[in-house]
């Protein structure tokens, strides 16, 4: 008997967003990597986070890898871009904490047209996740970044009216971020559609829990939202996903602590690098559609994945 | 699967004799058709219904055991086609392969490697699971010495050999171990049915694509053989993820029986670079894969590979806790500070890691709140001041610090003051950060 491919193609696809020249989303399959499906016009999207200032506490394993410009962003950004090949820059300005260096909104801003000036690939702009001060920093790097179209965020239910305020104001996209939960992510994106954001802004980020640290929790709500949106037609969660992996998987102290201090773990490099590719290809599946990371060789790995479905 | 209570009703005795312990026929029908009682329990069911029956309520993906002992494995019987519409049932076991071809010094130290890889995480063990020999020399007495070798590990054996005699030989020798043959194939079904017949032994039908993999698993079903896992011989990974997901909608979807087996992908002859090998093992794990060969048992691999298999099977129903119990974190002494908090997993995993982050020595406490984590085991009533001060002083806390300072969760600054008078005089109750994320910080301004 000959076996029949049981193909799955949904009569809804997911909203297609466009960053400047870049487009995401638009497919009509579960996940980006699902093109035995049915068509993925905009395959998943790799983007390398730079931040906007040295990082502290970085694992060695990330510090060698990204080399001597780590206290340059746009040099950082650069390099990204030509060396890497990264398909965007996911900027994050880690500086702008209040609970940190609490640097101004206007400073911030400034790194951010710095780094967009600089590059030709889309660029992404995060804050440093406190609400409050995001909503008063986008609202700085939406005005600076005017002319050219970026991905703000993250827009939280405290925060949507200031960051929901520059995406329309300035005409940028928006990363809408909700705690691991379906209805939020659908409430977020109906508290910025009342604003007047329209679907094709937005983008949304569920919050990712790296490899070993709840990524499970992502993945299944990921998919719950997939589901919702192309099996029963919800508007509303029609939205591509953005994912932080990069920050979440090199937490994990599995991805950090050294051979000599647990020599049953192994190699270093080779576990860290594995910790951050392996959390995205979870997420891949799961359906991101952007998935933002840190180390070039995971880049390089994850690419080699999903290359194979779009030969 | 999926046959109703009457359905079930219509095939018992109807004497209503109630030896089953139900009432009645019917309610022992309804109970069977909801999994919540076995048809044994009925002495005078027919072996034709019983058969029936069995046939009705097995997963749509045939479950079987490969290996023998505490080191055996099970696979396949998966139900869902997503996580959250149930759980994940039998974690996909990774196999590492030897070949009679690599010198014995490498063989001794892959068997070493294969035998020793573990970690212990949340009270489970991650591990190498099995060990796939193969047959690459093409010659017998090679091969036999190998297996030899391999068999003192004690871990499940997947033979793989292309010769017929040789499969044979290693079949019978082993078959106490209840090792898994590898491979039937469209040209040597019937022989290789023979094989698993005699011995008993679980077999992978091997095919190009699922088409062919089907008409394999056809004869081998046709010659009685029950026990399978099919591999569609992929050759890059737009076709394994493809074949893994297309033989499971099959299955549970469509109830297409040819493939309801659990399916066998060789990642290394997906890919020789060893890094993608092991992403791309990972990815399938969480793409239906029901076992994995890979080629290098590099702990530093198995680590994230069997995390990833953890996290993807893990109950969602069930959260995963850890021991109640107080531990220490970077070596802490008579001065460090104390923490409380619950047992759910990921509570423990980012409090923990952040603690240790911090490089402050600390003892944290872990209290059992079935799981619950900070704040739905608050308004549970399971995190909550009496339960936790009755918590602390039935553990040693006192002996290990001098001093009566305790951090509670910043979620739950609320209860501090009843805490404090319920743990009693000389404590004192402190507030610590909401996000364990600020723990560092918290802990390195904490002064006694």
């Known amino acids: 008997m000959a076996f029949k491919e049981p193909v799955e193609k949904y009569n809804n696809s997911i909203t297609e ?10 497919q009509s399959v579960l996940t980006g990597i699902y093109s035995f499906d049915g068509p993925v016009p905009n395959p998943p999207k790799i983007a390398m986070e730079v931040l906007d200032v040295k990082p502290e506490e970085w694992p060695q394993t990330l510090v060698d890898a990204v080399g001597d410009v780590y206290d340059d962003p746009v040099k950082w950004a650069l390099k990204c871009q030509n060396e890497f090949k990264a398909d965007m820059i996911c900027l994050s300005l880690v500086s702008t904490d209040p609970n940190g260096m609490n640097r101004s909104a206007e ?3 400034k790194t951010a047209k710095a780094v967009l000036d600089a590059i030709n690939i889309p660029l992404i702009v995060y804050g440093s996740l406190n609400s409050e001060k995001d909503g008063e920093v986008m609202k700085a790097v939406g005005e600076a970044c005017h002319g050219k179209v970026i991905l703000l965020g993250p827009a939280d239910d405290e925060n949507y009216r200031t960051v929901g305020g520059a995406s329309l104001g300035y005409q940028h996209k928006v990363a809408a971020a909700s705690p691991i939960d379906v209805n939020l992510a659908k409430q977020l994106n109906i508290l910025l559609g009342n604003l007047g954001v329209p679907l094709e802004s937005i983008v949304i980020d569920p919050t990712t829990g790296g490899l070993g640290y709840g990524i499970e929790y992502t993945f299944s709500v990921m998919q719950r939202i997939r589901l919702a949106a192309l099996a029963q037609g919800d508007d509303k969660l029609k939205s591509p996903f953005i994912n932080m992996i990069g920050k979440e998987a090199w937490k994990a102290r599995e991805a950090k602590i050294s051979e000599s201090e647990e020599p049953s773990f192994g190699n270093l490099a080779t576990r860290g690098i594995l910790w951050e590719a392996i959390t995205a290809i979870n997420l891949l599946i799961a359906g991101s559609d952007i998935m933002v990371l840190r180390h070039p060789e995971s880049v390089k790995l994850v690419r080699s994945f999903m290359n194979e479905f779009f030969k | 699967m999926g046959l109703t209570g009457i359905q079930i009703y219509k095939l018992l005795p109807q004497t209503n004799c109630k030896e089953c312990g139900e009432p009645t026929c019917l309610a022992f029908a309804m109970k069977l058709a909801a999994g919540k009682a076995d048809i044994s329990l009925c002495p005078y069911v027919s072996e034709d219904a019983k058969a029936k029956l069995s046939e009705a309520t097995a ?6 055991t490969i290996g023998t002992g505490t080191n055996a ?10 996580r959250h519409e149930k759980t994940f049932f039998n974690p996909t076991p990774v196999a590492v392969m030897i070949k009679d071809t690599e010198s014995d010094d490498v063989v001794a130290s892959k068997l070493e490697r294969i035998k020793s890889i573990c970690f212990e995480r949340v009270g489970k063990k991650l591990c190498v699971d099995m060990v796939a020999l193969k047959n690459e020399s093409g010659d017998k007495a090679k091969f036999m010495t190998l297996l030899e070798k391999a068999s003192a590990i004690d871990k499940p054996m997947i033979i793989m050999t292309d010769n017929l005699e040789t ?3 290693s079949a019978e020798k082993y078959k106490d171990k209840r090792p898994i043959l590898y491979a039937a194939t469209s040209a040597n079904a019937d022989e290789v049915a023979k094989i698993a017949s005699a011995t008993g032994l679980p077999v992978v039908a091997k095919g190009n694509g699922l088409d062919e993999v089907s008409s394999v698993t056809a004869k081998l079903a046709s010659a009685g053989i029950k026990d399978i896992a099919i591999d569609s011989s992929a050759k890059n990974i737009k076709d394994a993820v493809k074949d893994n997901v297309f033989a499971r909608r099959a299955s549970i979807k469509q109830k297409i029986k040819e493939v309801g087996y659990p399916t066998f992908v060789v990642v290394n002859e997906i890919t020789q670079d060893p890094m993608l090998e092991a992403v791309i093992a990972a990815g399938l794990i969480s793409q239906y894969a029901g076992i994995v060969v890979i080629s290098d048992p590099d702990p530093a691999k198995i680590l994230p590979i069997t995390v990833s298999r953890m996290n993807v099977f893990t109950d969602p129903q069930r959260p995963m806790v850890v021991e109640q119990g107080i531990y220490p974190i970077n070596n802490p002494d008579e001065n460090s500070p104390v923490i409380i908090t619950v047992n759910f ?19 944290l406490m872990i209290m059992d709140t079935e799981g619950l984590s900070v704040l739905t085991a608050w308004s549970a009533g399971k995190f909550v001041a009496d339960a936790m001060a009755a918590y602390v002083k039935k553990t040693d806390i006192t002996q290990k610090v001098k001093h009566r300072k305790i951090i509670i969760p910043g979620y739950v600054a609320q209860l501090s003051g009843e805490f404090q008078e319920e743990l009693g005089e000389g404590w004192e109750v402190q507030i610590g950060p909401r996000e364990a994320a600020d723990l560092p910080k918290f802990l390195k301004m904490w002064k006694l």
């Open chain 1, 17 to 26: 967003v466009s960053i400047s020249d870049l487009k995401v989303g638009g």
């Open chain 2, 167 to 169: 499969l044979k030989e």
């Open chain 2, 59 to 64: 997963p749509p993906i045939r479950e079987f």
């Open chain 2, 73 to 82: 494995v099970k696979v396949g019987g998966e139900t869902v086609m997503f």
């Open chain 1, 107 to 109: 400073e911030a801003a």
């Open chain 2, 345 to 363: 997993a990921l509570t423990y995993f980012i409090v923990s890691a952040e603690i240790e982050a911090s490089r402050v020595p600390c003892w």
